[in-house]
Antibody, heavy 117, light 107 residues
Framework: EVQLVESGGGLVQPGGSLRVSCVAS????????MSWVRQAPGKGLEWVSVIYSGGSTYYADSVKGRFTISRDTSKNTLYLHMNSLRAEDTAVYYCARSSLGGVFDYWGQGTLVTVSS | DIQMTQSPSSLSASVGDRVTIACRAS??????LNWYQQKPGKAPKLLIY???NLQSGVPSRFSGSGSGTDFTLTINNLQPEDFATYYC?????????FGQGTKVEIK
């Protein structure tokens, strides 16, 4: 059974850093496209970043230069390293698997990141 | 970047109704268009991929159509569990933008 479990969210001050994780089971992270999608409170969905099976990475303009997506094949885990956090980065962060290009067929339950002083 | 415009932003409907949600891309995306359902406090769920392909396990009352710039999600015989927010999303090229969402509420 495919499962994605995020962790690492919490309260961080503006300008701070945080790393969120997504442990996968039932499939191999490095064989799929893996993305982060976020949702600010009461708002819609925003795609944040993807890491392709080949290792290429892409980012939304809103996070480019501040966020880094990575994976650990030995732990079958996806990460999002977030630096220079802003209030507008406050959101639930979901990891999602794409087995078909940019189609998100499995999602985690999400982890809440709150940026506030 | 390609922009996605979804309409309406909300609608009220009754059980048994037929509901149609539209999504328009700012340029042609062929059939690289997907639909998701999200219920409060839950992760989104894939309903339709590549414009018209029903994801495994999704009831057949859901259907998608369109190509190029204009797409439609149709829900036939609306059921109580279908009251949720629906999002379109392009997968033609990054950024994989979502539409603004359509909230389907009970009339």
């Amino acid at each position: 059974e495919v499962q994605l479990v995020e962790s690492g969210g919490g309260l961080v001050q503006p300008g701070g850093s945080l790393r969120v994780s997504c442990v996968a089971s039932g499939f191999t992270v490095s064989s799929n496209y893996m993305s982060w999608v976020r949702q600010a409170p009461g708002k819609g969905l925003e795609w944040v970043s993807v890491i392709y099976s080949g290792g290429s990475t892409y980012y939304a303009d809103s996070v480019k230069g501040r966020f880094t997506i990575s994976r650990d094949t030995s732990k079958n885990t996806l990460y999002l390293h977030m630096n220079s956090l802003r209030a507008e980065d406050t959101a639930v962060y979901y990891c999602a698997r794409s087995s078909l290009g940019g189609v998100f067929d499995y999602w985690g339950q999400g982890t809440l990141v709150t940026v506030s002083s | 970047d390609i922009q996605m415009t979804q309409s309406p932003s909300s609608l009220s409907a009754s059980v048994g109704d037929r509901v149609t949600i539209a999504c328009r891309a700012s340029q042609s995306i062929n059939n690289y268009l997907n639909w998701y359902q999200q219920k409060p406090g839950k992760a989104p769920k894939l309903l339709i991929y590549a414009a018209s392909n029903l994801q495994s396990g999704v009831p057949s009352r859901f259907s998608g159509s369109g190509s190029g710039t204009d797409f439609t999600l149709t829900i036939n015989n609306l059921q109580p569990e279908d009251f949720a927010t629906y999002y379109c999303q392009l997968s033609y090229s990054t950024p994989w933008t979502f539409g603004q969402g359509t909230k389907v509420e009970i009339k």
